[in-house]
Every structure is written in structure tokens, then in C-alpha cells.
């Protein structure tokens, strides 16, 4: 079967990192998952060897999904999942209808998929507005990627920033670009993500760490004060409150540092 290189699609054939990838998700039973790209079924099989309550798999590739309905809707007496649903769409789209407007009404589920690179930044805004959140998402994503994104400081950066502020991101495997076919340009690590509750507000924690990072090699002065109509002397005192070095750079500080300036800054530098 031939498929859209438009698409992005690399599947992956190695069954070792495949059950990595179940294993990673933490199935119990009873649980509703919902897999992303399931392509031709390599980790669907996988998957609903478990007795989840309910599966769903969203792919975007028209033949693609043609082809996974015949293999298994028609065939569940097969598998221990009671309902296996194929939805052949837009995940991006599909996945907040699912779950914000009611049309799926569940409290524990989980997300899985080997995604197309260039979809990842995307599908983390998504995930990351759902409510309910998942309870975890395992991803596969470019191996580089997914270091940016569980990066601590020294090296914190904006999209690490952006994830772990509502989720906590763990690399638990690394898969060779030898284990896809066709074979991607680089390898994949498999991304483990666990939402988080918080207590800072979105709307000024994000526009506090794109000031932040907008220019890295600056100070973190000088870049706040290019994004904040804050008067120099207070906002050094705001930062020294925070226990926050004026003239420290962005990748040096994590989310505690985060948190602590903006509550300093919402209660006032005294």
C-alpha cells in the first residue's frame, strides 16, 4: 500500500520499541486510549491486546483508514478491546471535538502515537488546552525534539518551558531511524508526558517566558525589560525578591524561578 509523502509517515517496524511504547503508557485495563497516526496498525495490535474499555485510532490518510477499518472494526472478536473505533481524519481537529464538546464522554484516557515530525509543536498546544487533560501521552518524536522538551538548566529553552509548565516530560527510549520504514533522516526517542495540575495562570506565564526567551544569549534583565513597562531599579528588586540573579541568562532558570517572579509580580516587589 502506497501512502502521501505529504504526510510524513515513517512506521515503525520494530516490535522491541513498540511494546517500549505500550509499556511507557502504563495500561491498567479499563481505560480509553486514543492512538494518533495508527498508519498500518503496527502499534494498534500491540494496544488492544489489553482490555481497554474503549480504543480509538484517528488517521488522517484516507487509504489508511479504509484499510485499518477492514482490519480491525470487522475483526474485534479477535482482540480483548470490546469497541475499536477508526476515525479517518485531522487529529489536531478531531481531538479537542472528542473531548471538550462532550462528544466523548470519558475521566480516564490516555494518548498515543508515532507522530510526524512536523506536527509535534501543534499537537502539544492541543493536548495541552484539553479538558480533561489525558492522563498520560506517550509520543514518538524526533529524538532531538523531545531533549528540548525535557531539558532542565542549564539548558531550559522556550518549548521546554511551554510543555513542562503543565506537563511533567520523561525521554524513556531512544529508537534508531533503522527501526522505520520508509527510514527518517534522524532518530526518535519515545516521550513520555504526564499532565500536571498548577497553580499559575496561563495567561501570564506564557508571555513571560516568550519574553524571556525571545533573545536566550541576553540577561534576563535586559529581556524583561524590553517586554515589561516596569522601571529598572523595581524590576531588579522584583527579580532579587525571587531569588533571581538580574544578570543570569534564560537557560539557568526553571519553573520554580518562573513561578516565583511572576508571584512577586502579581503581589507586588514589597
Request: net charge positive; with cysteine; aromatic share 6%.
Amino acid at each position: 500500500m502506497t501512502t502521501r509523502k505529504s504526510l510524513g509517515q515513517n512506521f515503525l517496524t520494530n516490535k522491541n520499541k513498540i511494546r517500549e511504547i505500550v509499556a511507557a503508557l502504563g495500561l491498567e485495563g479499563n481505560e480509553t486510549v486514543i492512538e494518533i497516526g495508527p498508519g498500518h496498525g503496527e502499534l494498534t495490535r500491540e494496544l488492544i491486546k489489553t482490555p481497554l474499555a474503549r480504543f480509538i485510532a484517528i488517521e488522517k490518510d484516507p487509504a489508511l483508514a479504509v484499510s485499518l477499518k477492514r482490519n480491525f472494526q470487522l475483526s474485534i472478536s479477535n482482540f480483548q478491546t470490546p469497541k475499536i473505533e477508526i476515525m479517518e481524519g485531522d487529529a489536531l481537529k478531531i481531538l479537542p471535538s472528542l473531548i471538550e464538546n462532550c462528544k466523548l464522554k470519558i475521566e480516564n484516557y490516555k494518548v498515543v502515537g508515532n507522530i510526524p515530525f512536523y506536527i509535534t509543536g501543534f499537537l502539544l498546544r492541543v493536548l495541552s488546552e484539553l479538558e480533561p487533560k489525558p492522563e498520560r501521552i506517550v509520543l514518538t518524536v524526533q529524538k532531538e525534539v523531545a531533549a528540548r522538551i525535557a531539558a532542565r538548566p542549564p539548558k531550559m529553552n522556550l518549548l521546554a518551558a511551554s510543555v513542562q509548565f503543565w506537563a511533567e516530560p520523561e525521554i524513556t527510549g531512544i529508537i534508531p531511524k533503522s527501526d522505520f520504514s520508509p527510514q527518517p533522516k534522524v532518530d526518535s526517542a519515545i516521550l513520555k508526558i504526564t499532565p500536571k495540575k498548577t497553580g499559575a495562570k496561563p495567561e501570564n506565564y506564557y508571555p513571560l517566558i516568550k519574553t524571556l526567551f525571545k533573545q536566550p544569549r541576553k540577561t534576563i534583565l535586559n529581556n524583561l525589560l524590553a517586554g515589561y513597562a516596569i522601571p529598572k531599579e523595581k524590576l531588579i528588586k522584583i527579580l532579587e525578591l525571587a531569588n533571581i540573579n538580574p544578570n543570569d541568562r534564560p537557560q539557568n532558570l526553571g519553573l520554580n524561578n518562573f513561578f516565583n517572579f511572576l508571584h512577586r509580580l502579581e503581589t507586588g516587589s514589597d
